[in-house]
């Protein structure tokens, strides 16, 4: 028996200090926060950073760990932080075609791809303890999402 694989992946809810939202287009889920997969020898905290400097040119500094959302049946664990903008201006890279930020009503707007923009809006809102949702499978393609499961991880 192989042990299981997981992907994790670190992304940041950042903003800057006209309370607006940090986001990235990506060529293939449209508008989204900075993220990616955390790599070896990397923080959770630290691969949220360099993703965030990677694919937006913008510095962060971390404020809070959000959560975690766990996507069951393809293994992948998603974590959320939440960081203000310390340096840098938005430029799009090899990682992104278009950043920006914009006024959080108008950003989440923007953000269409799965339940990114619950994640957001989650993160936003986030007062004590940080969240964990479990789902199994892509939640617009029926999976089933267990929201209730709100917990200290």
């Known amino acids: 028996m192989n042990p299981p694989k997981h992907i994790v992946s670190a992304a940041a809810i950042v903003l800057n200090d006209n309370n607006e939202l940090l986001l990235i287009k990506g060529p293939r889920r449209g508008w ?3 993220g990616g997969q955390v790599e070896l020898g990397e923080s959770l905290a630290q691969a949220a950073i360099r993703e965030t400097k990677e694919e937006a040119g913008i510095d962060i500094e971390i404020i809070k760990f959000c959560g975690i959302f766990h996507n069951v049946n393809d293994c992948i664990c998603n974590t959320l932080f939440l960081a203000k903008a310390v340096g840098g201006k938005p430029t799009a890279t090899s990682e992104s075609l278009e950043t920006g930020f914009f006024p959080i009503e108008e950003a989440l707007r923007m953000v269409n791809y799965l339940n990114f923009k619950e ?7 986030l007062e004590g303890d940080p969240i964990y949702i479990e ?6 393609e029926g999976g089933t999402s ?6 200290l991880v």
């Open 32 to 34: 989204e926060m900075p």
């Open 119 to 125: 994640r957001i809006e989650m993160s936003l809102k």
């Open 135 to 140: 789902f199994n499978g892509s939640p617009k």
């Open 146 to 151: 267990s929201d209730g499961n709100r917990s």
